[in-house]
Nanobody
Framework: QVQLVESGGGSVQPGGSLRLSCVASGVTWDGYAIGWFRQAPGKEREGAACAAYDGSPYYVDSVLGRFTISRESSKNTVYLQMHSLKPEDTGVYYC???????????????????WGQGTQVVVSS
């Protein structure tokens, strides 16, 4: 069974930075993508960033240039370094795995069992 444990969420002022971490276990695929979805209060879930099995990064337009995703494959760990945070970035950030990064970019969602519990990010003055 897939298990994803996120950490690193917190509260920051606009313009600040946070670094999220996620450790995956129980993934049986030969190779997999891992990344982040998020859900702002009162809004629908959306993709944020994804790292393919080889580490190639993909970002949605709203975070491009501000967020950096990286993975440490030997430990099944992925990071999301977030800079220049905006109030619109507030929400719960979920670590998610899938066969590839296509769903992040197409507005689709991996199965619920592929998601972690989430970590909260609050950006406010």
């Amino acid at each position: 069974q897939v298990q994803l444990v996120e950490s690193g969420g917190g509260s920051v002022q606009p313009g600040g930075s946070l670094r999220l971490s996620c450790v995956a276990s129980g993934v049986t695929w030969d190779g997999y993508a891992i990344g982040w979805f998020r859900q702002a209060p009162g809004k629908e879930r959306e993709g944020a960033a994804c790292a393919a099995y080889d580490g190639s990064p993909y970002y949605v337009d709203s975070v491009l240039g501000r967020f950096t995703i990286s993975r440490e494959s030997s430990k099944n760990t992925v990071y999301l370094q977030m800079h220049s945070l905006k109030p619109e970035d507030t929400g719960v950030y979920y670590c998610v795995v899938d066969l590839d990064c296509s769903k992040w970019l197409l507005g689709a969602f991996p199965p619920t069992e592929n998601w972690g519990q989430g970590t909260q990010v609050v950006v406010s003055s």
